[in-house]
């Protein structure tokens, strides 16, 4: 039963940080000005999140409940973050050969 719930906090949690990026995306680019996709993000993210936060919750606790909730977002946000950092990285195509100062 507890590996179930903690399956599926994890799954919400993975929704709720993907939904925030698309939130963010959504403001950053000109997605704005058409039919507000934003509150619909917003409002998977806080369910998803407070459901990811129940099911730490309720097999370990509140206070362990609420740390692992926290490491997990955190986790998966740090991922999503390095993985965009990367892909940026990537499109630059700095190249690799040195020019000659003489």
Not at 71 to 99: D, E, H, N, Q
């Amino acid at each position: 039963m507890e590996i179930g719930m903690f399956a599926f906090a994890i799954i919400c949690a993975l929704t709720a940080s993907t939904s925030f990026a698309f939130s963010h995306q959504c403001v950053a680019g000109n997605h704005a000005t058409n039919s507000n996709p934003i509150s619909l993000y917003w409002l998977v993210t806080i369910i998803c999140a407070s459901l990811s936060l129940i099911s730490f919750s309720v097999p370990n606790g509140v206070a362990a409940g609420t740390l692992y909730w926290l490491t997990c977002i955190g986790v998966i946000s740090l991922v999503m973050y390095l993985a965009k950092f990367i892909k940026r990285l990537a499109s630059l195509r700095i190249s690799p050969t040195i020019k000659n100062a003489a």
